[in-house]
């Protein structure tokens, strides 16, 4: 059984970093997209990021404009576990973060994933 399971979540000032992380379990995922989203409260689920490696061992990543420069995602594939390193948060980053993975990037970026994990709190004041 596929399981993605975030945690790291957290109260955090305006300015601060913080780093999530997403642990899959239930097979590798090592040739799999893995992507972060964000739901705020009343607002749809948002694309942040997202991270793959051709079989070249090449890595590409996508970001959202809103986090780009900020946000690094990155991944251990011997933990099967994404990472998400937010740094110079603001109160707009405060949201529900999902974890997701795909078959490809885009697909992922675009939000057709084949599972998602149930989200951690990043909560962020002025």
């Known amino acids: 059984q596929v399981q993605l399971v975030e945690s790291g979540g957290g109260l955090v000032q305006a300015g601060d970093s913080l780093r999530i992380s997403c642990a899959a379990s239930?097979?590798?995922?090592?040739?799999?997209?893995m992507g972060w989203f964000r739901q705020a409260p009343g607002k749809e689920r948002e694309f942040v990021a997202a991270?793959?490696?051709?079989?070249?061992?090449?890595?590409?990543?996508l970001y959202a404009d809103s986090v780009k420069g900020r946000f690094t995602i990155s991944r251990d594939n011997t933990k099967n576990t994404v990472y998400l390193q937010m740094n110079s948060l603001k109160p707009g980053d405060a949201a529900a973060y999902y974890c997701a993975t795909g078959q490809r990037l885009g697909p992922v970026r675009s939000g057709r994933v084949d599972c998602w994990g149930r989200g951690t709190q990043v909560t962020v004041t002025s």
């Open positions: 991270i793959n490696e051709s079989d070249e061992g090449t890595t590409y990543v």
């Open positions: 239930g097979r590798s995922f090592s040739n799999s997209a």
